[in-house]
């Protein structure tokens, strides 16, 4: 892996990620595809919506459909048809949302499958060979994401567990063609982020990411800790901040140093009827929208758009439950998180960051707010 640092614009960055699968463009951002598919969408279409990543689970692709049919294929590229860059997530967040608990003598996580109620215990071990069979681009180390609200003696103890579990993570993961990304914890305080940033630093990780936001904080406590944490963070490394992915999260993000995102707001959210646009939310089930001749928005290359096709039409096709609506959705929003980190990416470039952000919040705070 390389990461290099083309322009900066205050503390915002405009870089290149070079991974075994091909190149990045940074700030980027990640679809979702938890078990190796965006729902709705083909490995062609998030091609050709300009995708370079992608983000899948190891912990849902180890449970379904098993390790021994992505080995036969020669890991998840090779199963699931994708050629760009893939990023796997450890199932340390997975854990914490299907309630998983710590075991007694604190080494590993105990949780039931969604699928059969069977029992799961993952540990450092387990999930690092799990992603040295699924042989992503970019693996993450298994951690505990600390819950929100914690107090700080039980998030400083979460912390501390999840750096020994880090440290476990870089000695069994020694595999040249995938990179391993640290994650800092430690809740909302800045004094356990950094100390936690720190002891990453010294296991010599290929990049950071910050997990364990986006789990029901406030957007000010958020912010307070990138605040603190991204000047403390190496400016070699990429930097990759877990779960967090409104379009004015992500600006914020950017705008103090992160290179990295992955939200699954863009698939969700068209499964529940919302278009994003450079002009807010379009909610498509509103009635307005029975009659509307126009596309959902002008300009966009998303095969809905790009073909003309109007609201009303769209409109019908969810209220109807039509699965093309789902699909023509997706593309669109993926389309539009593409267009936004391009215009990011390009606004870094001019040094025209705080223009942009400026005219975001005055577009897309007027649209009604989005619950994660
Ligand atoms: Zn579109």
Known sequence: MHFECLAQDGAARLGRLRLRSGEVATPAFMPVGTLGAVKGLSARQLHELGVQMLCANSFHLALRPGLDVIRSHGGLHGFCGYKGCILTDSGGFQAMSLGGRLTNDGTALRLRSPHDGAQVLLDPATVMACQQVLRPDIAMVFDECTAYPADHHTAQASMERSMGWAEHCRAVMQDDDIALFGIVQGGIYPDLRAHSLERLMSMGFEGLAIGGLAVGETAAERLQVLD????????????????????????????????????????????????????????????????????????????????????????????????????????????????????????????????????????????????Y
């Open 228 to 371: 603190a944490l991204c000047p403390l963070m190496p400016p070699h490394k990429p930097r990759y901040l877990m779960g967090v992915g409104r379009p004015l999260d992500i600006l914020e993000a950017v705008r103090r140093g992160v290179d990295l995102f992955d939200c699954v707001i863009p698939s969700r959210h068209a499964r529940n009827g919302q278009l994003f646009t450079m002009q807010g939310i379009v909610r498509i089930r509103n009635a307005a929208h029975g009659a509307a001749r126009a596309p959902v928005e002008t300009g966009c290359p998303c095969p809905a758009c790009h073909d003309g096709l109007s609201l009303a039409f769209l409109h019908h096709l969810e209220r109807n439950g039509d699965p093309l609506w789902v699909q023509l959705a997706t593309a669109h929003n993926v389309s539009f998180y593409m267009r936004l980190l391009l215009m990011i990416r390009q606004a870094i470039g001019q040094g025209t960051l705080e223009a942009l952000h400026r005219h975001a919040r005055e577009q897309l705070e007027t649209s009604a707010p989005v619950a």
